[in-house]
């Protein structure tokens, strides 16, 4: 009887140092910045492209950004600033201004940058002249404060002694605007005296862009930059945000590093050494650390045993977040030359409808000869606002004429709010809801824009960028410091400084 010998060979398990799973701002800066550090990096991302909720896409000869979006972060101690001096890149970009214009009622709201002209415009709009200067100015210098002390203090928030020793090391001077932490927007504008109602929903609606949460739920310290962040420079990028994203991929790539596009994570296990990967294509990966970008409530899936139990406690913390309904439109060019580019618009109670709760509308809009989005004599619009979750999902049978509706209201709004949109002729235009952003991002329940603030959440009381467990990091805008693209690329220097430190003292010992 001849002799069979089967040779079983386990499939072979490709080294690095660091992992990042997701490839959003918040994954793309840690692993630049590791890159740059010569360690070998592996990014994984299981949609087509790199940038998550701050990339762009392709659809029938135009590109769309992911979401109506601004862009900051580029003045002096702020994040994307930091990021293009430590790795030597600029990001394609154009300041624009002014930065936005609010529709209110019968208001038409110019945000300007510049400081004094955004003071006398706001008296202008809503009365009582002192009390606005003394609120505007103290937000003005909170939020500068709040950049440059957050530029320094990358183990925030505290985990250990060392950590905490850190903190005391900063400039006590800066320490006055810890009790911000401890009063809402709206507390501290009504101890400032400040009265009109319309300030206030002005107030809630543009802190539900950048804070997720109104005036009464914010607390000042991060409602302070939130509320300002028109008046530092804002930004275009031409051909979309994933010209941006793509200047950090080239860095890595040039770097040594790997990024594997429509390639997700499956499983990451511990091992005696480190983790181990397994992909959405059934290859095994291991590192010695690995740096999460994908939101807390996800990682439940992705993880077992005393792990997964850990950030099942972490995502319960946070069931109640947004998700979006957002819209692609085209349209001919018959705007005046003078529009912003962004749009935020005012609707009543009755201007919605059954998936419509928000009480405003965001638009984004291409700018004027970007050829790279839309062909001369066009312009794309991308348009947002703030809806349930829960809802689309149990749409079940009722889904598709839910979704038409919403999306044929939210047309005869900005018909009726966005100057020149009644008299463009529409080319194209389609719309998502949380079921579609699960699909394309693949975040749990089509969540985004982070976790919304509370008054009820201290400033300590955030997930840590470093877990109970040596060598697993999390970034993005579940973790400190949340939500925005500043926000994000905060979170990834700040996972880096903690990653850095544990590769180090792992090569010491």
Not at 68 to 73: D, K, P, R
Not at 126 to 133: L, M, N, R
Not at 349 to 354: L, M
Not at 469 to 493: A, W
Request: net charge negative; charged share 20%.
């Amino acid at each position: 009887m001849p002799v069979v010998v089967l040779f079983f060979m386990k499939k072979t398990v490709e080294n690095f140092d660091v992992i990042i799973a997701g490839a959003g701002m918040g994954g793309m800066t840690a692993a630049s910045l590791l890159a740059k550090d010569g360690y070998s990096v592996l990014v994984l991302e299981k949609a087509h492209v790199t940038g998550g909720c701050s990339s762009s896409y392709y659809r029938k000869g135009y590109i769309f950004e992911s979401g109506a979006t601004t862009l900051i972060g580029f003045d002096d101690n702020q994040p994307l600033r930091n990021l293009e001096d430590t790795l030597g890149i600029t990001i394609p970009k154009e300041p624009i201004l002014p930065s936005m214009t609010v529709y209110l009622g019968d208001k038409k709201i110019t945000r300007w940058q510049d400081r004094d002209q955004w003071l006398k415009e706001v008296k202008n709009q809503f009365g009582e002249p002192a009390e606005q200067d003394t609120f505007w100015k103290l937000a003005f210098n909170v939020s500068d404060v709040v950049w440059k002390v957050s530029g320094k203090n990358h183990f925030f928030p505290p985990i250990d002694g060392t950590d905490w020793f850190q903190l005391l090391k900063n400039d006590p001077r800066d320490a006055w605007v810890l009790p911000y932490a401890f009063s809402s927007v709206k507390k501290t504008a009504s101890d400032l005296g400040i009265s009109n109602p319309e300030f206030y929903r002005f107030l809630d609606e543009q802190l539900l862009i950048s804070a997720q949460a109104d005036a009464e739920n914010t607390p000042f310290l991060f409602g302070a930059p939130a509320v300002t962040y028109t008046n530092y420079t804002n930004y275009y990028v031409p051909g979309g945000l994933a010209e941006m994203v793509k200047c950090l991929e080239d860095f890595i790539k040039s770097h040594g590093g790997e990024i594997h596009t429509k390639e997700g994570i499956e499983a990451i296990d511990r091992t005696g050494t480190g983790y181990e990967v397994l992909s959405s294509k059934g290859k095994r990966y291991s590192a010695k650390a690995v740096i999460s970008n994908i939101p807390v409530w996800n990682m439940p899936d992705y993880t077992n045993g005393v792990v997964a139990k850990y950030f099942r406690n972490e995502a319960s913390k946070y069931e109640e977040a947004w998700g979006a309904f957002t819209m692609g439109i085209v349209t001919d060019d018959v705007y005046d030359d003078e529009m912003t580019l962004h749009h935020q618009l005012h609707i009543n109670k009755e201007d919605q409808t059954e998936g419509l709760y928000s009480d405003s509308i965001f638009v984004s809009m291409s700018k004027r000869g970007d050829t790279g989005r839309a062909a001369d004599g066009t312009r794309v619009l991308n348009v947002s606002t703030h809806t349930k979750t829960d809802f689309w999902f149990a749409a079940n049978g009722n889904y598709d004429e839910l979704k038409a509706r919403v999306q044929n209201r939210i047309t005869e709004i900005l018909k009726e709010k966005l100057p020149g949109f009644n008299q463009a002729e529409i080319e194209l235009i389609f719309s998502a809801t949380p079921v579609s952003w699960s699909n394309w991002v693949y975040r749990k329940k089509g969540r985004v824009g982070g976790i919304p603030q509370s008054m009820s959440r201290s400033l300590l009381d955030w997930t840590p960028n470093k877990t109970p467990f040596n060598g697993l990091y999390l970034c993005g805008d579940t973790v400190f410091p949340g939500q925005g693209i500043p926000g994000v690329t905060l979170s990834g220097f700040n996972v880096y400084y903690r990653v850095q430190k544990y590769l180090k003292n792992l090569t010491d010992h």
